[in-house]
Each structure stands twice: as C-alpha cells, then as structure tokens.
C-alpha cells in the first residue's frame, strides 16, 4: 500500500475514471418561489487505479457520497464523463448498464439500514446471486455458506436476522453480499464508521484479505484520515464539491497543498501523527 | 401463544370497561323510550310504570347491567323497546348489511390506494406526484356526505343506478344472475362513496411509508444487485414500509362496523346505521348498547388483526415479543 507497485500500476489504465463530472442539487422551499442550489460536484475528475486503495476525504456535504452514488450509477451526474473498464457508461440506463453493475458493488455506512431487515442472513448474500441468476437453489444456499465462512461469520448462523448481528457481524455480511457477484470495483462508503477501533480493525483487516483473494479495487470513502492513511494507496480530498487535491497518498499527506488537506490533517491529530500514520501504512 | 393470550385479556377487559361505560353514558342521557308514551292520554301511567318494570328500567344501574351480561350470555344481547324483539336479532341482520358494503367498500379502497401510493412515492417530487397529491387534496377536502348527495343527485338524474335500498322490489322474482347484478347496482353508489372517502388518506399513507423506505440503503444495495424497479417496489419497499400500513389496515378492520353509519342512512342502505339513528331517536336502550358493543368488539378485532399481522410481518416486532 503506498507502494512503488501500486504507483506503477496507476500508470496504467484506470478501471474507472471520472471527467469533468457535475452534479447540482436545487431544493424548493414549500410555499415559496425561492431555489436553493446545492453544487455536489463541481468539475471532478478522478482516476481510480486497478488493484489499489483510492480513498476520499472531507468533510460532511463535501461530496464524498454523491461522487460515490454518481460513480455507482446510483445517481445521474448532470455532466461529465464516467469510464468503467475503458468504456464509456456515463447516460447509460438501467438496462444498457445492467451487465456492469455486478462489477461496481457499494458497502454503506448504516449496516443495519443497508441489510433488508425481512431477510435472513444467507438470503442477504443468496439476493444478488439470485437476481443476476448465478446460482439457485440448493447451490444458492451453498454458495451464500462459503461467502459467510469467507467473511468470518458461522454458516450456521445462516438463518437468522441480521438484526441479531452485532454491527460489525452486519457489517461483514453487507462485504460478503458485495463481494458475491465477484465485481471489480468496492466502493466502500463510510464502511468503517460507527465502528469501535478493534472491530474497526478487524474489518479492515478483512478487507485486505479480500482484496488480495479477490483482486478488488476500492474506493474508500471517510472523514477519518489517520484510517485512510493506513490503507490507501491514494488519496482525494473533497471541499465543497470540488476534488482540490488528488495524488498518492504519501504525497498528499506529506506535503499538503490546499488549505482545506492542511485542516483536515491538523483535526486528525495534527499533521506529524497523520503523516507517520500514512507512512507506517506505507511500510506495512 | 402468550402474546395472544395476553392480548384476548386484555381485549375481555376492554369489553367490560367499554359496555359499563356505555350503560353508565346512556342512563346520564335525558329521556327515555317511554317517555313520549306518559304525554298520550290513551295510555295510563300504570301501563307505562308497568312497561317500565318489565324491562327493568326503574332497577339500579348495577342490577341492570348486570342483568344485561347475563343475557348477552344467552346471546340476546337484551331486548328492543321498539321492537320487542332481543337485539341480537336486529343487530346481526343489520350488521350483515353493513359488512357486506363496508368490506368491499374496504378491499376495494385498499387495492386502489396501494398501487396508487407506490407509484406516487416511485414518482416523487416529480409532476405525477404532484397531480396525485393534487387529487387526494382534492378528495381530502369534500366530505363523504356531498360525495353521497352528489352521486344520487346522478342516479336521479340519468337513471343510471338504482337509489335507495339494498335489492329491487322485483328482486325475488330474479334469477341468480339477476340478483347478483340488482345488488351490485345498488352498492354502486354507498360503495363508491366510501371508497372516495377513505382513498385520499390511504394513498398518502402508502405514499408516505414507501417515499421514506425507498430512500434506504438496502433499497439502494438491491438497485445495486440489478433488482428491477417493480420488484424493488413491491418485494422492496412495500413490505418494509408494511408497519404503519399494517396498523392503518387494522383501523379500517376496526372501522368496518361504525365507519359507514352517516352514509347509509343518506343512502338508504338498511345497515346498522339508520337502524342506530331510529333507535337513538327513540331511546331504544339496549339496540344503542348492542350497536355500540358490537363496533366496540369490531374495534378490539380490528386492532388484534393489526397486532397479529405485525408479529408475523416483522421479525424486530417478533423479536420484541419473545
């Protein structure tokens, strides 16, 4: 991570790239003529590098998860360009993008709101496998075991709620349901918030298992940077919807070049302890 | 099991209290069914003492009520002044009526409302939205009584539609066929002016359930996965916006004996309703109390269903009851 392998490996082409990418919210007041206008992206432009840990950073309303929900095809941008795997997808519809959705898979925050409170766990994992038909059933079931051994969670807890989970338990089932569907792209949004440090780092833990079983590529979504600085090969730092500072990670922390990166390391701790975090990562 | 057990006691209670309360109610109101008998000089005031005690109406309330339980447990449900007749037999004939209309009234409401709502909360913000907010606004604000007079202002007019009644005079004299559509036809308007009046409010309810759920993250995972939109919608969504609905579901329940009283008497449908103003008017105690306790118990069930259903439905209530 922060390695000199994962700089050449962004020197090829990127997995998905994002250009000149906007995306304006306008919300009306009831009983009003009065728009609010809301500029969520403003001109981003990024390049997530095959096989690496890219992460996002800023503070709340930056624009961290629309970027992320554009990136998804979860949201439309209104302008821009998307490329995925060296095609063109921005505009695409739900039907044209269908092939590719398996590749692009998101984790949420909120594991309890992410998981479908009706469903039981295997049927959590045994959901995309069925509705992309790659399994059914005593396979399905199968299948859905071996994804819940794989992210450490008992197979014989199959058929229980999620909501008897523990968060970090709902959490490795909402990886393990993401994972499913073997997509290429993981993006990763405020996945380990909420989460206490040693859970926390268990999960992270996991994801690094995952990344090199499964060779995923992450986009990593945080407002904690001494937690981007452990893992991310590169690093994006959102203000105000804009991208202001985007490079590999030692760089980025090392020597800050925008205002809003320098405020960002002194509240994690000031820039020493966030710059020794990014490069004892860059050591493991 | 120990949930509905639970839930049956605490439904006898609610019986007990709600029927001494509807005595104690009924006693405190001036007047009473003899009453007008004291000012007709052809009736002596022995006959009406007499008439008095034979319903018991000169015994204390307790003896009353207690008398009352004890031939609702013969399944009498006590007798009609007016009709001489024990109120049992007034009440389930009336009721009949009233459920036939009000079920299908309800079933009717609800299998327009959620699709309605679905689709509005799919649509949200956008212009489809806004004309079906529009139109329940719309329905919201006209009461069911104009809706009624309206519709048999049509019926008059056009001749469309029979008004008044359950059946035609030449009912009897129909095939089987025939009767089925000389009911249908009458139902026509008392149904339709129920269901315009309870739609606005269950379309917003669905919509409101659904609108908030389809905004969840494991709405947005599904989208993810390449679930479709109706399956997202209605496999999704709607089950996981299920709780207030459920409870909504159990009101209507609830409401099927006493929602439809104002309507029927506009519409002449022979229902509890005008049975309930006849006998209202004329203090005819225990067909009062017996209407009462019947809604009273329609109440109780419709709630019990409402809990019952989410038990099933949702395993964080399920979880909650263990």
């Not at chain 2, 529009?134 to 009461?143: C, I």
């Not at chain 2, 009062?288 to 209530?317: C, E, H, K, W, Y």
């Amino acid at each position: 991570m922060g390695s000199e392998a994962a700089a050449k490996r962004a020197l090829g082409p990127a997995l998905m790239k994002a250009h000149r990418l906007n995306k304006r919210y306008i919300q009306r007041t009831p009983f009003s003529r009065k728009k609010f206008v809301i500029d969520a992206l403003v001109d981003v432009e990024i390049d997530i590098a095959p096989g690496c840990i890219s992460a996002l950073v800023g503070e709340s309303s930056s624009g961290k998860s629309t970027l992320a929900s554009c990136l998804a095809m979860s949201e439309k941008a209104d302008s821009g360009e998307i490329w995925f795997e060296g095609q063109e997808i921005t505009g695409w519809n739900d039907r044209q993008f269908a092939p590719l959705r398996p590749r692009i898979q998101l984790v949420f925050q909120d594991s309890a709101g992410a998981l479908n409170p009706r469903f039981s766990a295997a049927q959590v994992i045994e959901e995309p496998l069925e509705v992309q038909n790659r399994e059914s059933g005593a396979k399905l079931r199968r299948r859905a075991c071996e994804v819940m051994e794989e992210v450490g969670l008992s197979a014989d807890w199959a058929d229980r709620s999620p909501l008897e989970f523990s968060g970090g338990q709902r959490q490795r089932l909402a990886i393990g349901r993401a994972i499913t569907l073997k997509p290429a792209l993981l993006i990763l949004d405020e996945s380990l918030s909420g989460l206490d440090l040693s859970t926390q780092a268990q999960i992270l833990n996991l994801l690094l298992d995952l990344k090199s079983t499964h060779a995923l590529t992450y986009l990593l979504i945080s407002h904690d940077l001494s937690l981007v600085g452990q893992i991310a090969d590169f690093v994006g730092v959102m203000h105000h919807g804009r991208l202001v500072e985007f490079g590999p990670m030692q760089q980025v922390l090392g020597s800050p070049q925008h205002d809003e990166t320098r405020k960002l390391l002194a509240s994690a701790g000031g820039v020493e302890s966030a710059y020794r975090a990014a490069q004892a990562g860059g050591r493991a | 099991m120990k949930f509905l057990e639970r839930r049956l006691v605490h439904a006898i209670l609610l019986l007990i209290g709600a029927s001494a309360l509807c005595f104690l109610f009924s006693t405190l109101a001036p007047g009473g069914y003899f009453d007008e008998m004291k000012l007709n000089p052809q009736i002596s005031p022995g006959t009406v003492a007499a008439l008095r005690s034979q319903y018991e109406l000169d015994r204390p309330l307790p003896v009353r009520y207690e008398h009352w339980v004890q031939s609702v447990l013969r399944g009498e449900w006590g007798y009609s002044f007016a009709y001489n007749l024990p109120v049992r037999s007034l009440v389930v004939v009336r009721a009949r009526n009233t459920l036939l209309l009000t079920s299908l009234a309800m079933a009717l409401a609800w299998l327009i409302a959620v699709p309605l709502g679905v689709w509005s909360a799919s649509r949200a913000g956008r212009w489809e939205d806004r004309l079906s907010t529009a139109g329940t606004s719309l329905l919201l604000s006209v009461p069911e009584l104009v809706v009624a007079l309206g519709l048999l202002y049509f019926a008059i007019h056009t001749h469309a539609l029979p008004v008044g009644g359950m059946v035609s005079a030449d009912h009897d004299t129909l095939g089987p066929w025939g009767r089925a559509r000389d009911l249908a036809a009458h139902l026509v308007i008392p149904v339709t002016t129920l269901v315009l009046a309870s739609l606005p409010i269950l379309i917003r309810h669905v919509r409101a359930s659904v609108v908030e759920v389809l905004q969840a993250p494991f709405i947005q995972a599904a989208r993810g996965h390449g679930v479709g939109r109706t399956s997202i919608r209605f496999r999704y969504a709607l089950p996981a916006a299920a709780n207030p609905l459920i409870s909504l579901f159990g009101l209507s329940v609830a409401g099927l004996l006493s929602g439809s009283l104002l309507v029927e008497v506009i519409v002449g449908w022979p229902g509890l309703g005008p049975l309930l103003l006849e006998a209202c008017l004329s203090r005819d105690f225990y067909v009062v109390v017996g209407v009462v306790m019947m809604s009273t118990l329609f109440m109780i069930l419709g709630s019990l269903l409402a809990d019952v259903m989410l038990v099933i439905a949702d395993p964080r209530v399920r979880m909650d009851n263990v």
